[in-house]
T-cell receptor, first 109, second 115 residues
Framework: RKEVEQDPGPFNVPEGATVAFNCTYS??????FFWYRQDCRKEPKLLMS???SGNEDGRFTAQLNRASQYISLLIRDSKLSDSATYLC??????????FGPGTRLSVLP | NAGVMQNPRHLVRRRGQEARLRCSPM?????VYWYRQLPEEGLKFMVY????????ESGMPKERFSAEFPKEGPSILRIQQVVRGDSAAYFC?????????????FGPGTRLTVL
């Protein structure tokens, strides 16, 4: 089993749709959690950190459930520019960052 | 405040040559990570270094690949005797004090093509 798993995708949604990505992690001692996005042939860029109480940044909402070892990302009112691969990332104390395989999103006009 | 810098951005080598990829972390960051991404695939962790020390190299191939992060200067990922299968994008990332909640910041990557 991979340490970080994500919805396999791809997700193809129309503009304006709401889309949710799921991620699970296997290490119960994991301490920090992030969502990154990666555009084609570009470097990953931090989208948002994920806090235990959940957090929102504009159209993006991230949730963390430590008991279930589950992280989610919700995108409301999808835009064409949201098309990218979304990476779930987990950081374990004293160790490196573990990236999920990513879920590709295509927002269609 | 410059971000993570990598050079060269594109590198072409013939089979059997050496490739040297450089990464300068963000100012104040002492942790450097190298990742490889093959076309249409996800990021694969290679190595994690902190100034002059290799912390985790569990993702590094056993042969031909090495990495360093000297006290002065950039981190270097070195690939000896390159083969076609080494063609990929190599990303470097840096982070601050790992005891705190610090995300990674990525450089633009070096795209290695082996002819």
């Amino acid at each position: 089993r991979k340490e970080v798993e994500q919805d396999p995708g791809p997700f193809n949604v129309p503009e304006g749709a709401t889309v949710a990505f799921n991620c699970t992690y296997s290490n119960s001692a994991s301490q920090s959690f992030f969502w990154y996005r990666q555009d084609c042939r570009k470097e990953p860029k931090l989208l948002m950190s994920v806090y235990s109480s959940g957090n929102e940044d504009g159209r993006f909402t991230a949730q963390l459930n430590r008991a279930s070892q589950y992280i989610s990302l919700l995108i409301r009112d999808s835009k064409l520019s949201d098309s990218a691969t979304y990476l779930c990332v987990v950081k374990n104390y004293g160790q490196n960052f573990v990236f999920g395989p990513g879920t590709r999103l295509s927002v269609l006009p | 405040n410059a971000g993570v810098m990598q050079n060269p951005r594109h590198l072409v080598r013939r089979r059997g040559q050496e490739a040297r990829l450089r990464c300068s972390p963000m100012k104040g960051h002492s942790h450097v990570y190298w990742y490889r991404q093959l076309p249409e695939e996800g990021l694969k962790f290679m190595v994690y270094l902190q100034k002059e020390n290799i912390i985790d190299e569990s993702g590094m191939p056993k042969e031909r690949f090495s990495a360093e992060f000297p006290k002065e200067g950039p981190s270097i990922l070195r690939i000896q005797q390159v083969v076609r299968g080494d063609s990929a994008a190599y990303f470097c990332a840096s982070s601050g004090d790992r005891a705190s909640y610090n995300e990674q910041f990525f450089g633009p990557g070096t795209r290695l093509t082996v002819l």
